[in-house]
């Protein structure tokens, strides 16, 4: 195929577009930006649900088919390549990157809710401990990273097997051919990939930057404000623009494991400290409890409205349905930082690890920090519940505020949250950057910082219009039409496959 340019000017600038008028309407009339999101809200949760679980769990069945039939020895890249990364560094990649500031952002507030507030049982009873730990291993698990491994296996597979441009449109190019990725429907994909990534990282960044001004306030009476949330911000933006310039090798993954060095001896910490033996039973219970459920979780949507008057409000659509859109706007920069360092793994490799050891992870963490913040509403002296109802993002802290050493703990935890927030950033950076330079593997430092500085912007009018509730909207705008592009990924991908591998020109 011919060379492709280093940048792209359609899709920078269409996507500059889009994000600058977020910005400037939120600027001018954020109760206007603010009342249009509750209504499209509204309309998501009410009516398309049904789409949402449907689409992901059929994004789960289809990894898995994937890995078990015969085309799960096919390498995701040339026949003797080989993983670029360590399965030590891969791993620690993915989960730093796909889940890190929400893990800590709802460990214990998440369980917690459930627990308050049970869509299956009575409110605060041992039964609702038990639902609200299998309800997030079911939002934590399988799904998520279902739907981050058809973005990431799709464009590994069509990038380094194939030799295509590292972009979302590469893989549609069994379906529409050359002319039609190089096209206007090609540049129309890329550019909902790029402004569901800026969102999608977006809303995370704002709930990193909600956690963080809550931790300083929890431990050290610092404001939390917006004016203060809007300086973190500033201070995150700047810090993850400079590693996400710095590169993979140098930034990227030397961040992500540090993650990993911080997050093992807070959880080993917590698991000693802590109710040991509850934790350990919560884990192996809670994963039976979810394997046990798998299926009619990923199908239920309370049609006969039993959960929704049991809670008072659209649960399903306010949590699982949520989720599910939100893991798909994360969907394309995960999907391409997996694809980015999944060169040279085979399909089932590449299912299997995704499938396996990020959900095992997340469940030991909810299983630690939820668990943990579980027995003391049950059994000790309570008082996360009232933390967490009256700011979600106080819960860690407040669960921490009952261990010894609790200061160093919640300061640990805040650094924790940082770099997690700084990963999950920076990747999107990079990969946004790879987006708007015609899929370069390495693009220009300069385009990445002005994407950082984007990204921030973007982070702070989500804050002013109107917080968590301004972060759920969004994920619902711009995930919809982002699902409809990952399925057609899937036809592409299977089309690839069934067609024997027939190499596109290069």
Not at 179 to 192: A, E, F, L, Q, T
Not at 233 to 238: F, K, L, R
Not at 426 to 443: I, K, Q, R, W, Y
Not at 448 to 476: H, N, P, R, Y
């Amino acid at each position: 195929m011919k060379s492709v340019s280093k940048v792209d000017k359609p899709i920078i600038w269409s996507s500059l577009l889009v994000s600058s008028a977020f910005i400037i309407a939120t600027l001018v009339t954020p109760s206007g930006v603010s009342q249009i999101l509750n209504a499209i809200f509204s309309f998501f949760t009410k009516n398309m649900g049904w789409a949402y679980m449907l689409a992901a769990a059929g994004f789960v069945a289809f990894g898995i088919g994937l890995a078990v039939s015969k085309y799960g020895h096919i390498k995701l890249g040339k026949d003797d390549e080989e993983p670029e990364y360590s399965r030590g560094s891969w791993f620690a990649m993915l989960f730093a990157t796909g889940m890190g500031v929400g893990l800590v952002f709802w460990g214990a507030a998440e369980p917690i809710m459930h627990f308050d507030t049970s869509p299956f049982a009575a409110n605060r009873t041992p039964e609702a401990a038990s639902i609200a730990m299998r309800t997030v291993f079911f939002h934590w698990g399988l799904h998520p990273w279902a739907l981050y491994g058809v973005v990431a296996m799709s464009l590994a597979y069509f990038q380094f097997r194939k030799g295509l441009p590292g972009l979302i449109s590469s893989t549609f190019y069994p379906l529409i051919g050359e002319k039609g990725i190089r096209g206007p429907v090609g540049k129309i994909i890329d550019v909902i990939a790029v402004v569901v990534t800026l969102f999608g990282v977006a809303t995370s960044l704002g709930l990193g930057t909600q956690q963080l001004t809550t931790g300083m306030n929890y431990v050290y009476g610092l404001p939390n404000t917006t004016s203060m949330a809007l300086v973190i911000i500033a201070i995150i933006t700047a810090l993850f623009t400079i590693a996400a310039a710095s590169g993979i090798d140098k930034g990227i993954k030397f961040v992500s494991n540090t993650n990993m060095v911080l997050a093992f001896p807070l959880m080993l910490f917590l698991l000693i400290a802590g109710p040991t033996k509850y934790i350990l039973n919560t884990f192996f219970e809670s994963m039976g409890n979810y394997l046990q459920n798998f299926v009619s979780l990923s199908f239920f949507l309370d049609t006969q409205g039993a959960v929704a008057e049991r809670t008072g409000y659209d649960w399903v659509g306010s949590w699982s349905v949520f989720y599910w859109a939100w893991w798909i706007t994360w969907a394309p920069f995960v999907g391409s930082f997996i694809a980015r360092i999944s060169r040279g793994r085979t399909i089932r490799e590449f299912v299997l690890g995704i499938l396996v050891a990020p959900p095992l992870l997340s469940a030991i963490w909810f299983s630690i920090v939820g668990g943990s913040a579980l027995h003391i509403e049950l059994f000790g002296s309570g008082g996360i519940s009232a933390a967490v109802a009256e700011d979600v993002s106080s819960g860690i802290f407040a669960m921490l505020s009952h261990f010894p050493l609790s200061g160093p703990m919640a300061l640990l935890t805040m650094i924790l949250l940082a770099i997690f927030f700084i990963t999950s950033a920076e990747s999107a950076t990079f990969v946004v950057g790879m987006f708007t330079s015609g899929g370069d593997l390495n693009p220009d430092a300069r385009l990445k910082i002005v994407w950082g500085v984007v990204e921030g912007a973007i982070a702070a009018m989500l804050l002013v219009a109107g917080g968590l509730s301004a972060v759920q909207t969004v994920a619902f705008i711009f995930s919809f039409p982002f699902m409809i592009i990952m399925i057609l990924m899937v036809v592409s991908m299977v089309k690839a496959l069934s067609e024997g591998e027939k190499k596109p020109l290069q």
